[in-house]
């Protein structure tokens, strides 16, 4: 009989559950709601405060707060971008983390860790408004509204104890509100030195989580663990006032002026090697400090002559004594083709002394690798005399952004003379009939000074800065800049085009101390050329 019953309560609790879940299924179908209605889409100024709150998550940030700008060409620009972002960033990611993911494994004795897929998906992220602070300190301040959800694909393979296991995350849903500032703000590409991204609340962070195929986040609590668990992670490094720190310029770099000037004196050079064939060679030296933009100094050609003597001084403008070094190479000038070089070496700033002349006999090498062989053999010696005069602390510019404000020529400047900084800022509605890849060319007091070339652009911007060291203040010079194109497309008739010139007074330079003007260029039907020149004295 025990059998018995045994069996027949099992049927009974088999009979039982199906006929529950069958009456369950039809009660469920048959009080089912009938009059449910399609939605009605209303404009929002129909809806009552009651509906608004309700969907005021929804509002774009914009909408809700007047201090937040509409930027839907933004999200445009994304959305058309987006496939390649896509890559890029995650190129990007993948060679940032596969080295930090390989120090860290050995410490879990995992045998690896890779990507198997690395994807965003296709539904960029949004930006529902941004909000700009303006302060009096030379910063931009930004705050954007970011949602994103997204359909990325991410699959990594951990490999141990001869087992794999693949975790994949999917649905990835991020809601931020960061503030992100650019400061300080230079006068140097891209204009900004550093970005500090912090968030001003807990980001709201949902995704879905795969092992083998199984959702992990379906286990109970788990789903609440591991979203409070990131939310706390990422606050406590950057929420604020915490900020993840980016350097894009250094500060001190971006920021630097003339501290000082050095006075180079190339005397003569001893023993020079042969070039030409035929022939002693003709020798010239040409000068240039590292980090900087300003043109080389050369001196005058010895013609045929492997001993010479040039006994000629040159000034140049230091910015930072620490890091700079004089560049001095010797060339062997040709009347065709390339000037071939005879020798070159360094001279770092730094070991020279303030205010003392050194005078210093080089050998002149092959080229700076320490590992060529080539700089064993004898290539002769120069003999310059440098003497670095750096500013005094007194004559420092406090604020060194301040353009209005014209900075003293540094102790050492001729008596009676000065420094003359000339800046070519930019030209307007210039034009060549044949081409237009402007840049500018400087001459003054026989000195010939060019800035970069910019192609194909009528509105260039080159923001180049010039200096002149002169034993008098220049009230009777002129200076003449000329707008210059040049193609270098083969087997065309005008290579060279002039866009058109101006030649400025200096006495008005010198009696004001500073201008900064648009001059109209001679020869320009509209073109404009913007000037800025200061004389600096001690």
Known sequence: MGFVSTILGFCGFGVGISTGLTVGYYLFIYFQPTDVKEPVIRPLIQHDSKSLLGLLPEIPSWVKNPDYDRIDWLNKFIEI????????????????????ISEQIPKYKIDSVEFESLTLGSLPPTFQGMKVYLTDEKELIMEPSLKWAGNPNVKIAAKAFGLKATVQVVDLQVFAQPR????????????FAKIFVSLME????DFGLKLAGADLMSIPGLYHFVQELIKDQVANMYLWPKTLEVEILDPTKALKKPVGILHVKVIRAHKLKKKDLLGA???YVKLKLTETKAPSKKTM????NLNPEWNEEFSMVVKDPETQ?????????EHVGKHEKMGMNVVPLKELPHYEPKTMMIDLLKNMDPNDSQNDKMRGQIEVELTYKPFKEEDMPKDVENS???????????????????????????????????????????????????????????EEEFTFVLDEPPVKDKMHLEVLSTSSRIGLLHPKETLGYV???LADVVSNRRINEKFHLIDSKNGRLQIELQWQTS
């Open 81 to 100: 971008m987006w496939p390649y972002l896509d890559k890029a960033i995650c190129k990007t990611a993948k060679n940032i983390a596969t080295p930090i």
């Open 325 to 333: 070094a004089l560049e001095v190479l010797v060339y062997d000038w």
């Open 202 to 205: 807990k980001p709201h962070i």
């Open 281 to 283: 060679s003709d020798p």
């Open 503 to 505: 030649v400025i007074n």
């Open 180 to 191: 992100i500032t650019l400061k300080p703000l230079v006068p140097s590409f891209p204009c």
């Open 404 to 462: 209005d404000e014209v900075q003293k020529a540094p102790e050492g400047t001729p008596p009676g003379g000065g420094v003359l900084v000339v800046t070519v800022h930019e030209a307007q509605d210039v034009e060549g009939k044949h081409h237009t890849n402007p840049y500018v060319r400087i001459l003054f007091r026989g000195e010939d000074k060019k800035t970069k070339q910019i192609k194909k652009n009528r509105d260039p911007r080159w």
């Open 301 to 304: 050609v010895k013609h045929k």
